[in-house]
């Protein structure tokens, strides 16, 4: 595992919050997904090692929780809320602007690699729905006027990047 | 009859011109004093004062407060855990998100006050994965308050040391569950626990005795210390105690968040007058109260029977409009007040439809260790999208009915329940809907909204 050294540190860190180092497997997953992008099969014998477990208690956790992916993902991550309230509001007319937008299907990366698309389950903010989460970024009343708008934008950061 | 004002006391500072989250906004508008009032008392002083208060968790259960810390095991020597559930999921509730982001100290006042009277010594919030936000600013927040003392050693200069850490789940409803959300601290997938016999209070976190309270309950613990019990209870109406706070989503002309004195406010002041009714040219054709999973009203249908009002019953007939907005009032009439979520479909909705996408939602969700629930959330999701997309039949409602009734009272949390209430209320209120889908399809626009 080639873990940034400040990733190392916040998970050595972290296993001192529980009495029991297993309780650290979600963050450790969280912490080697934010470096690393993914969980690699490599994450799962590591953490594994660290906190005392066998692979397989590592392994069940990773197919639990749906934000742990095996596979690397676009440079932006599209999660658009699925559930009643957003649809109710458009979210299903969202999220087919973004895979219009980035020429991909939900849950695929984007040909350019730019993107990742993805229904997800209530994001809580059901009051200013259609709601999209982007990488860490909670936007509001997605419709597919800002939809268009905010996959403009991202294109002109890939655009200046290159 | 005019809605009554709103009576913010958890929301008292949400959206405030001004007001920011970090500590010395909050100490500047009085923060912290009712913390260092609090540790200077009786620790079971605190508790009777949530027992008189009659404050009910704001979960989605209602389970009484002070009961619930009442049933710790206080005598097995082990450590007591505090657990905050900010794994805010149920849909159509986002009260939670706002208290995290904009007033994360208010809620770490109630965690540490509630955390003194059970002598607490370790806490944990779990806050769930699509906070990612939420989770830093709760991290810089106790950074915060441990500096200045109010976390960690020695509190307020105090014997009493209690720290605070932040979990963040990852994406599974189920962690909203209280012993799915135990397990899931362990390290484990959520698969919620057997019970009885043992609870939480008995044998929860490491199997120690353990708390689990709501985020909202927290804050309003804080209200209570400050206040003491007898003042909270008489905000609201009695046996629902203190406010609630709503959260209005779907078609209404201003969705949101509103608190109001429990059971003073009915649904139809709450969407008409708070909310400004229903859309442009537009007619409310039915809501679900409490989060997706309580059972939906329809609008035009009534409800009638007697009620305890004091000492006396007294004859009921409301129209959906007429329903005081409390745990007692919704829960006698088929539904529940839940988690506060209330979700509004008007006459463009297809029940068909938005009942496939609530499917679709709960057979995600099932942690998948029981077999009603794991199979029934799943034949149910199949069924309503092959209404929608494939072919429908006639006979999908009798079909559809057949597989909820076997869920409910046969799983080991009440997920089985959660998921098998949007089903069966959905075919008791719109089965006609069901039963004409076949025809209804035929006339669908092309371009109309989707739902699943």
């Not at chain 2, 012993?179 to 601290?185: A, K, N, R, V």
Request: charged fraction near 25%; aromatic fraction near 8%; hydrophobic fraction near 35%.
């Amino acid at each position: 595992m080639n873990l940034k050294a400040e990733t190392l540190s916040r998970i050595d860190e972290v296993i001192t919050h529980y009495p029991v180092k297993r309780s650290a497997t979600l963050p450790l997953l969280h912490l080697i997904q934010e470096d690393v992008g993914h969980i690699p099969e490599e994450a799962i014998t590591w953490i594994a090692d660290k906190l005392g477990l066998e692979p397989i208690n590592v392994y069940e956790v990773v197919t639990f929780y749906p934000m742990f992916r095996r596979k690397p993902i676009g440079r932006r991550h599209i999660k658009v809320c699925r559930t009643l309230s957003c649809a109710l509001l458009g979210g299903y007319k969202t999220c087919a602007t973004f895979e219009k937008e980035f020429n991909t299907h939900c849950g695929e990366v984007s040909p350019d690699g730019e993107v990742t698309v993805e229904f997800v389950e209530c994001l809580a903010s059901c009051g200013t729905a259609p709601v999209v989460l982007i990488d860490d970024d909670l936007h509001e009343k997605v419709d597919e006027a800002k939809a268009k708008q905010i996959s403009d934008q991202i294109k002109a950061e890939a655009k200046a990047r290159k | 009859m005019p809605a009554p004002q709103q009576t913010r006391i958890i929301f008292k500072h949400i959206d405030e011109p001004g007001y920011s989250n970090d500590i010395g906004c909050y100490v500047r508008h009085g923060g912290y004093e009712v913390l260092k009032k609090a540790v200077t008392r009786p620790p079971q002083e605190l508790i009777d004062e949530v027992k008189k208060s009659g404050l009910r968790g704001r979960g989605g259960a209602g389970f009484p407060c002070g009961v619930k810390w009442g049933l710790v095991d206080r005598k097995s020597g082990k450590p007591i855990y505090l657990i905050v559930n900010a794994d805010e999921s149920e849909p159509g509730t986002f009260k939670d998100r706002y208290i995290i982001h904009q007033d994360p100290h208010q809620l770490i006042e109630g965690t540490m006050i509630s955390c003194f009277a059970n002598n607490v010594q370790q806490a944990y919030i779990y806050i769930r994965g699509e906070f990612p936000h939420g989770a830093r600013i709760l991290e810089k927040a106790l950074a915060e308050a441990r500096a200045a003392g109010f976390v960690g050693k020695n509190i307020c200069g105090t014997n009493y040391s209690c720290d605070i850490f932040v979990h963040r789940g990852a994406g599974a409803y189920i962690c909203g569950e209280e012993t799915g959300l135990i397990e899931s601290l362990e390290g484990k997938r959520a698969n919620p626990r057997i019970k009885p016999p043992y609870f939480p209070a008995v044998l929860g976190l490491y199997q120690c005795p353990t708390i689990v309270n709501n985020v909202e309950t927290l804050c309003h613990v804080k209200y209570i210390a400050e206040h003491g019990g007898e003042a909270f209870a008489k905000i609201g109406t009695p046996n629902n105690t203190g406010t609630r706070v709503f959260c209005v989503s779907g078609h209404v002309q201003r969705p949101g968040y509103y608190e109001f004195p429990a059971g003073t406010i009915t649904l139809g002041q709450l969407l008409h007058e708070i909310c400004g009714g229903p859309l442009p040219g537009r007619t409310f054709k039915a809501v679900i109260p409490g989060g997706s999973s309580a059972k939906i009203l329809r609008f035009g249908e009534r409800f009638k029977g007697k009620r305890k009002v004091g000492a006396d019953l007294v004859d009921y007939d409301w129209g959906v409009e007429d329903v005081p907005m409390d745990f007692d009032s919704l829960g006698m009439i088929g539904t529940m007040g839940g988690s506060g979520g209330v979700i509004v479909m008007d006459d463009s909705v297809n029940m068909v439809e938005a009942l496939a996408n609530i499917n679709a939602f709960y057979s995600h969700e099932s942690c998948g260790q029981c077999t009603p629930c794991r199979e029934g959330s799943l034949w149910m999701k199949k069924i309503t999208t092959r209404m929608v997309h494939g072919q429908a039949r006639a006979e999908d409602a009798a079909l559809l009915k057949g597989v909820a009734d076997q869920i409910p009272g046969r799983t080991i949390c009440a997920f089985g329940e959660a998921c098998s209430w949007p089903t069966q209320s959905f075919l008791a209120k719109f089965g006609d809907e069901f039963r004409q889908y076949p025809e209804t399809k035929k006339t669908k626009a092309a371009d109309s909204r989707a739902l699943v």
